[in-house]
Structures are given as structure tokens and as C-alpha cells.
């Protein structure tokens, strides 16, 4: 089985050379979960699509290795089968003629009733269980259904990796703690490795082993995710941080919920 | 005063599937009116309701107090300009082929009796407003990542110095500085031109900071509002409770708020 997806020294310029992602190192584990976070426009987006050969026309990667293992492979060789990814714009992803039935029976390639019990199951265990959903156009679906949607199908292929970028950005906080569960979920039961791109340090605290930060078009850090809110060492790290901090000051004092004090 | 009403506006796709049902709301000049809810519960149905895009089944939208679909003339244009909507994802809401600068000088075109330098001076002040370079004016939707998106969608939102911004997850890819410092910047709007903002979000916390009221809407209706400090601890509509109370916790597990 799969255990290691690795990228390494990435980098991604425009067609002119102008570099937008520099060296960029991340490890995936088979049930582990990195989150990667940074400012918008940073390059989270372009370094997945990098390692995925992915890249929108005009940009380039200018050199990296992804490797399977230990043994190196093309972006294409990855793409579905072994990762799959859930775009940050889930609207643009999907064709806007064909319904969610339509997309799975394309994305499995199997028997049309085993595709749609496939997706049946998926759709309900990200919460879209109401059975007139498969038979949605896009255009016909809220913004948090598609993003939801767009998981599901990312999931039915039962690939050994996941990389999301983004995934939880409309979705409310009942749908958000049922995918956080999911993914924990899966990563216990299936040894699911991921990579979630998030703003969200609330997604990044609830699930990641690990996170990696990213600045200006590199990695600056990168720590256990405890480690990492307890004692961050990078500037931009703990810029992030604060203010987290400050939009969580006004929580309500936890009710009796965890305050155990496990880490110092 | 009320600038927008929404009063018993009910709108189905499916026939049997109502996704507003009889709903009221109303923001006030210069409020800022949080909209919480569930995916799905109708809230980008409303967005696109209360600014005239789609037409309610039963019921009306108000513009300071009359019907916005009798507007004509003068009056109409005056509320098109007034009410903004900055949708809910960023890149199907550009048009692909359009710069960034011609994506927000369009309504400026419409609206300001602006020549072509001024036009071109007023992008580059709303570009460097929303934390984008002037020289982005130039950039077509493909080449900027998803937080830049929407920022170029408040932008072009704000291009006609509008009374009412409705911001459907408008600012939901972007990192939490930039978030902060955008809506700072509504705020100051709001401060110095009485801008008001209806401002849909998952995001409790966000609302609960920038807004002065909270709405919840749950079946088609709006089932819980009040001030937004405190709401979460005021809320009784097991919709609004079972919102409040998933809210993720700020560190993780084990780790204590200090
Ligand atoms: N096709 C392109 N041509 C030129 N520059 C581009 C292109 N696509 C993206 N960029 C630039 O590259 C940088 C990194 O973009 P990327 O989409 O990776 O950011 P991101 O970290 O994913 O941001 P966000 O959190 O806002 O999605 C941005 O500054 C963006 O403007
Ligand atoms: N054009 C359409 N045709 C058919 N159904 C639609 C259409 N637009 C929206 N719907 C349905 O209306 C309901 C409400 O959608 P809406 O986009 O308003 O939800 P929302 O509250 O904005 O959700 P989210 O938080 O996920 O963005 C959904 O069930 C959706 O499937
Ligand atoms: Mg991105
Ligand atoms: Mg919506």
C-alpha cells in the first residue's frame, strides 16, 4: 500500500520567469493530515496544482520532484486514482450541463447503478442526503452544497490521498464539524493522508497532525500542530495567530469541554 | 430609517420545495445586519431577491418604502446604483475575458460622469482600497488566486459608492488579516459615508464582531435576531443553537484558551 507522497523544492513562474512559488517541501503520510495555511495570494493554490501538473495555462513549474514512495511521478500519473483533489472554486469545477449522477458515472467508470449507490452513500455521509440531490445541475445547487458535493466525489474513488484546497469556506459550522468528523473518520478507518489548504485555524486545530505555513511564495514553517499554536517560531506564523486570537476573544468561556491541559 | 424591506417574500424552484416562505426582514441606513443559516436554507436566494435579480413568488421588496419592481426611470437606476450584491463565488461572477480594471470601471461607465483618465484613476484608488496594486487594473480573472478574486468583487461593488453592499461569503478565501482588514475598511465606509451591509457569512465570530444585528434564518424564514453581541448566548431557535454550538474551538483539543 501507499504510504508517502512527497513534494520536494518545488517551484512554479510565469511564462516571462517571474517565480510565484520557491522551494516548496511538503510530505504526505497515509493517516496523517498537514494543513497548509497563508496569506491569500501567497501560493498554496498554485503549489498544489504544481505538483499535480495541473498548472492554468501561463505558469510554469521550473523544477521539484513529486514522488509515490520514494519513486518519482508525473502530476497525471496521481490525479484521481491515487490523489484526489477538491478545487478551491468548487462552481468552476463542474460542467454546468451535467447533473452530480452524470459526474460520478463519469468519474467511476463502473456500472451505472453501482455509480449511483456510490454516490448516494458519499452524498450523504457529507450531509446531502435529501435523494432529489443527484439529480441537481450546479447551477441549481447553493454555494456550500456544491463544495459538499464536490467532496463526495472526490471521496467515492477511495484514492489513498486527498488534497483539498479550501474545502470548508461555505460551509456552516453544523456542516463544517460533520466534515471535520468525516475526515477523521476516514483517516482512522482508511489511512487517509491528506493536505488541507485552509484559512480556517479552527479546521487546522480541530484535524491536522501537522501544519505547514506559507509566505510569499515559500514555506516558513513548518511544526505539530500543537507545537505550532503553543510555540510558533516564524514572524508570520504568530501574525496568524493573533489575529485568530482577537476573533475568538469574545467566544463564550468553553461550557464543560475539554480544558484538560495535555500540553503545556 | 428602513432602506431595504423584505416583507412576506416566498420563493420556490420545485414545485412542493418553498426555499423562502413568507420571510421579513429589514435592514436600516448605515446598520450592518448579520445573516447566519444553514447551507442551503436560501440565503444567496434572498441576496439575489433583495436586490431585484430574481422575482419573489408572493410578496415584495421595499426601497425606502416603495416597491423596488414598480421603480422606473430615474428612480430605478438610482436603486441599481444604491444596492450592490458581491456574489457568492468570485470567479463565475467575473467575466473571464474582462481585466480586472474593465471588470470595475463597468460600473463606474454606468454610473459616473467620469472621462477615461478618471475612470482609469478611480480603479487604481478602489484597487489599492481592496489591498490590490494598481497595476493589477491590467490582469485578467485567471491570473489572481481565489482571495484576490474577491477582492477585485468588492472592488467593483463599491465602484459606485452604493447606500447598501450585500456581501454573500465575500469575503470567505481570504486569511484572517485580510478579512479583518477589508471589513475594517466597510466599517470605515460605513463611518464617513453611513454605508449600510447585509452581510451573509458562516462565520459567527465575523459577524458577531463587525455587525450590530444578527439575523438566523431556518425554513424559508428568519427564526431568531437580536444584537449581535451576545447573540449566541441569547439564542433559543434549536436552528441558531445547533450553529452556535458547532463552532469550532479556536486551539487544539487539549490545548486551553488563555
Ligand atoms: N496565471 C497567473 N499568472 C500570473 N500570476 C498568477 C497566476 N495565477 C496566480 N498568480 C499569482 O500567483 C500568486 C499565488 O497564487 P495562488 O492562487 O497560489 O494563491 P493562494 O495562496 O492560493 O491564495 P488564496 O488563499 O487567495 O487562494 C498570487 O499572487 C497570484 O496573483
Ligand atoms: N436556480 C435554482 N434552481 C433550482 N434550485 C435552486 C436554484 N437556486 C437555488 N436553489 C435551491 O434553493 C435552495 C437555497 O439555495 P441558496 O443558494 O439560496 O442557499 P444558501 O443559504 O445561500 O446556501 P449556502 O450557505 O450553501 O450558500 C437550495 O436547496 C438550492 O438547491
Ligand atoms: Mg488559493
Ligand atoms: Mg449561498
Redesign the pocket.
Known sequence: MTRLLSIEDLA?A??SG?P??RGVSLTLRAGRILALL????????????GALDA?????RRMGGVVALDGRPCAGRELRGGIVATVL?NPREAFNPLLTLRAHARETLEVRKAEADARLASALAEVGLDDPAVPGLLPGEMSGGMLQRAMIALALIREAPFLIA??PTTDLDPVARARLMDLLAGLRARRGLGMLL?T?DLGVAARLADEVAV?QG?RIVETAPTARLFAAPAHRHTRDLLAAHAMLCADDRPPAKTATVGAVA | MTLLALEGVGKSYRPGHPVLRGLDLAVRDGEWLGLLGQSGCGKSTLARIALGLERPDTGAVLYRGRPLAGLRGAEARQARRDLQLVFQSAAVSLNPRLTAGASIAEPLRNFEPLDRRGRAARVAELLEMVGLRPE?AG??P?????????RICIARALAPTPRLIVMDEAVS???LV?QARLLDLLAGLRRSLGTACLFITHEIRLARRFCDRVAVMDGGRIVEEGPAAGIESMARHPAARALFDAVLPPLPPGMAAR
Open positions: 512554479v510565469t511564462g517571474r510565484l512559488v497563508g496569506e491569500s495570494g501567497c501560493g498554496k493554490s498554485l503549489s498544489l496544482l498548472l492554468p495555462p501561463g505558469l478551491q484546497d479550501e489548504v484559512h506559507m511564495g | 493589477d490582469k485578467l485567471g491570473q489572481f488566486s481565489g482571495g484576490q478574486l474577491q478565501s481570504l486569511d485580510g
